[in-house]
């Protein structure tokens, strides 16, 4: 069954793609969740159009999101937050707290775009995040976690 991506889908497709997947995986999952429609002849067509238009455009966001991880990866982002005598955390820290400590900073991400290379960060110290900013670029940065 064919269909064409609508998000941004983990170990899938990136919006705008047109993929292969099981019949239930997509009846069930990615259709009814708004992930996906079906990619029958007149959506394919209109979908053509639609990336004919959007391939000017995406020159510019790709340069966009290349300067923005050359920004980022001379960034380290602090975290603060509550430590026990011995350098344990209460509690984790998690994509959320990175990405509002990233807005601090000036970095506006969407938290679904992190991923914490050692999660679950339990303790005080310096770690390494990755952030999804395009289907081309993906830039590693690092973090440290402080007691208040």
Not at 80 to 88: D, H, I, P, R, S
């Amino acid at each position: 069954m064919e269909v064409i991506l609508k998000k941004n889908v983990d170990k899938l497709g990136y919006a705008n793609e047109i993929v292969t997947v099981k019949p239930g995986y997509g009846r069930n999952f990615l259709i009814p969740q708004g992930y996906a429609v079906l990619a029958t002849a007149s959506a394919k067509k209109a979908h053509e159009e639609v990336m004919r238009q959007k391939a000017h455009k995406e020159s510019k966001i790709l340069a966009d999101a290349q300067e923005l991880g050359g920004k980022l990866e001379a960034v380290t982002v602090t975290i603060v937050t509550k430590a026990g005598e011995n350098g344990k955390i209460f509690g984790s820290v998690n994509t959320v707290q990175l990405s509002e400590a990233l807005k601090k900073e000036g970095f506006d991400i969407d938290r679904k775009s992190l991923k914490i290379k050692e999660e679950p960060i339990r303790e005080i110290g310096a770690f390494e995040a990755v952030a999804n900013l395009h289907k081309e670029v993906i830039t590693t940065f690092k973090f440290n976690v402080v007691a208040e």
